[in-house]
């Protein structure tokens, strides 16, 4: 099927120094052909960026070599069935949702504002790179060679942007990565400090622990470190409306509009239900964001 024609506002066809019809194309190298470049949100969504993309994929990788090992070395070898049936099943639950989520904030578009549609606008109103209208609380990233309304910033591990349209699902992947990393640092650590308790060993012992299990309390702790310092910074962005940004361009901050509440609803979805914790629901049908071309 051939794509679908560009649209090319008045404005832009009669402005020679904007250049031809390809200036309202993705700039940036690194963007492919078949990356989408226009339409709504709800079109499908990837980023080409190299970098992100052996992130991403090393996220899952490593998930799934954790999950592996975590099994071979405490679930197999326990003799307590409940045991490793129960906190099994929670673990790789945790990881599969984390998973879940991890691939539709990739897959997302994050809110990128379409190219060259600019009706009515002002010309110094639309983004010097991409040549869109630049709506209120809309930034340019140049990985992804778009604007991006409410970005927060582009993260390499998801190879995309965080912004209005996929941060739930970001939120939702640092929270399932965080709660697996905290379940399993908990496995590794409560057997020590049990046998600690009871005086099995001490400073003093000789006795070194194997290297899977090494390698399992590493990758555990740095995850936990790192996924929960990015929920809790997301969630201070969420209830204080403010996206990253916006907090360092603390001369461009805007005036709140709503409570912390209606800021989370407007991110995880008006209707609070268990959808709110899934990453298979989205949040929202499509918002209108006419008001927002009125810039
Ligand atoms: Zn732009
Ligand atoms: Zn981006």
């Given at each position: 099927?051939?794509?679908?024609?560009?649209?090319?506002?008045?404005?832009?066809?009669?402005?020679?120094?904007?250049?031809?019809?390809?200036?309202?194309?993705?700039?940036?190298?690194?963007?492919?052909?078949?990356?989408?470049?226009?339409?709504?949100s709800r079109r499908p969504w990837f980023v080409?960026?190299?970098?992100?993309?052996?992130?991403?994929?090393?996220?899952?990788?490593?998930?799934?070599?954790?999950?592996?090992?975590?099994?071979?070395?405490?679930?197999?070898?326990?003799?307590?069935?409940?045991?490793?049936?129960?906190?099994?099943?929670?673990?790789?639950?945790?990881?599969?949702?984390?998973?879940?989520a991890h691939a539709r904030a990739m897959l997302t578009d994050p809110g990128a504002?379409?190219?060259?549609?600019?009706?009515?606008?002002?010309?110094?109103?639309?983004?010097?790179?991409?040549?869109?209208?630049?709506?209120?609380?809309?930034?340019?990233c140049?990985?992804c060679?778009?604007?991006v309304r409410k970005m927060d910033h582009h993260c390499?591990?998801v190879n995309n942007c965080v912004g209005e349209d996929n941060q739930k699902y970001f939120v939702l992947f640092t929270?399932?990565?965080?709660?697996?990393?905290?379940?399993?640092?908990?496995?590794?650590?409560?057997?020590?400090?049990?046998?600690?308790?009871?005086?099995?060993?001490?400073?003093?012992?000789?006795?070194?622990?194997?290297?899977?299990?090494?390698?399992?309390?590493?990758?555990?702790?740095?995850?936990?470190?790192?996924?929960?310092?990015?929920?809790?910074?997301q969630?201070?962005?969420?209830?204080?409306?403010?996206?990253?940004?916006?907090?360092?361009?603390?001369?461009?901050?805007?005036?709140?509009?709503?409570?912390?509440?209606?800021?989370?609803?407007?991110v995880f979805?008006?209707?609070?239900?268990?959808?709110?914790?899934?990453p298979?629901?989205s949040p929202e049908?499509?918002?209108?964001?006419?008001?927002?071309?009125?810039?």
């Amino acid at each position: 099927m051939a794509p679908a024609p560009v649209p090319v506002p008045h404005t832009l066809e009669r402005k020679p120094q904007l250049g031809p019809l390809r200036a309202l194309q993705p700039m940036h190298p690194r963007l492919g052909p078949w990356c989408p470049r226009l339409g709504p949100s709800r079109r499908p969504w990837f980023v080409c960026d190299i970098l992100g993309i052996v992130f991403a994929v090393s996220t899952w990788v490593l998930t799934f070599g954790t999950a592996w090992v975590t099994t071979r070395e405490l679930f197999l070898p326990a003799r307590d069935l409940a045991y490793s049936l129960a906190n099994g099943l929670l673990l790789h639950l945790q990881a599969a949702l984390g998973l879940a989520a991890h691939a539709r904030a990739m897959l997302t578009d994050p809110g990128a504002v379409p190219l060259g549609r600019a009706p009515g606008s002002a010309p110094d109103a639309r983004c010097l790179w991409c040549c869109s209208a630049k709506p209120p609380r809309a930034h340019h990233c140049c990985v992804c060679g778009r604007c991006v309304r409410k970005m927060d910033h582009h993260c390499t591990w998801v190879n995309n942007c965080v912004g209005e349209d996929n941060q739930k699902y970001f939120v939702l992947f640092t929270l399932y990565m965080g709660l697996a990393s905290l379940h399993l640092l908990l496995l590794l650590g409560v057997p020590v400090l049990r046998s600690h308790a009871r005086g099995e060993w001490d400073r003093h012992s000789t006795v070194s622990p194997r290297r899977s299990l090494m390698y399992l309390f590493l990758v555990a702790l740095i995850a936990f470190l790192l996924n929960s310092t990015m929920f809790a910074m997301q969630m201070y962005s969420i209830c204080t409306d403010r996206t990253l940004i916006e907090r360092l361009q603390r001369d461009r901050w805007l005036p709140r509009k709503g409570s912390p509440w209606s800021s989370l609803k407007a991110v995880f979805g008006h209707r609070v239900s268990l959808a709110w914790l899934s990453p298979f629901a989205s949040p929202e049908p499509p918002r209108v964001h006419e008001h927002h071309w009125m810039v």
